[in-house]
């Protein structure tokens, strides 16, 4: 009965720097959504996918974010040349369902928060 | 656009009081979902509620009661005889039938601080 995972809980970058970060979703979950979320403020929306196939990243603030679920369970959010103002939190979640017909509850981990020196 | 605002950027009440955490949300989507969140210090989000645009009974759930006016776009979270635990950080968010309900807007949240 594993919740959501991710790693690390906690990374410092040097600007510059190319960053990885890991998401393990519930098994079963179908749909996989990472989020922004800065001090003090609301998660932020970065990109979805639906099994391995990315749905939308309408999110992702620059072409130095990156995201991929090769085979539709873990998923990575890469950053290249982390810039300061990347440092927030990184939430990922998953849920069961596919949407389109409805909204399903979105498990949420524990998130990641990087700082970017 | 979909919005949702959180006026009420910290509480700070005693415990046993009853508190009351609003929620304004904008949207074009005829069928959309409103959700409530709460973050405690550990960082994650743990799901309280999940309510359709189309279904405006309130709804409790032990000490928390939710109540949903569409004709004020509203969403408020009431907790009562509120509890040191309680003490946490709650979103309300919105997810909207224009982005297939696989996107959720978040508010800026509200600080519940819960005194013993």
């Known amino acids: 009965g594993a919740g959501v995972s991710q790693s690390p809980r906690y990374k410092v970058a040097k600007r510059g720097q190319d960053v990885a970060l890991r998401c393990d979703p519930i098994?079963?979950?179908?749909?996989l959504f990472w989020y922004q979320q800065a001090l003090g403020q609301g998660p932020e929306f970065l990109t979805y996918f639906q099994n391995e196939a990315q749905l939308d990243k309408s999110g992702l603030p620059s072409d130095r974010f990156f995201a991929e679920r090769p085979e539709g369970s873990v998923s990575t959010l890469k950053i290249q040349r982390t810039q300061q103002e990347d440092s927030a939190v990184y939430l990922c979640?998953?849920?069961f369902g596919l949407g389109y017909r409805d909204a399903n509850e979105q498990f949420f981990g524990p998130g990641t928060r990087l700082t970017v020196l | 656009a979909q919005k949702v605002t959180q006026a009420q950027t910290e509480i700070s009440v005693v415990e046993k009081e009853d508190v009351t955490l609003d929620c304004v949300y904008e949207?074009?989507?005829?069928?959309?979902?409103l959700f409530w969140y709460k973050q405690p210090p550990s960082g994650e989000l743990v799901f309280l509620i999940r309510r359709n645009s189309f279904d405006e009974q309130n709804e409790i759930s032990g000490r928390y009661s939710w109540n949903f006016q569409k004709s004020t776009s509203s969403f408020n979270f009431t907790i009562t005889a509120s509890q040191v635990v309680d003490s946490a950080v709650y979103f309300c968010?919105?997810?909207?039938?224009?982005?297939?309900?696989?996107?959720?807007?978040f508010g800026s949240g509200t600080k519940l601080n819960v005194k013993p």
């Open positions: 968010a919105l997810s909207g039938v224009v982005d297939n309900f696989n996107k959720f807007y």
């Open positions: 949207t074009r989507d005829t069928t959309y979902y």
């Open positions: 098994s079963g979950h179908v749909s």
């Open positions: 979640a998953s849920s």
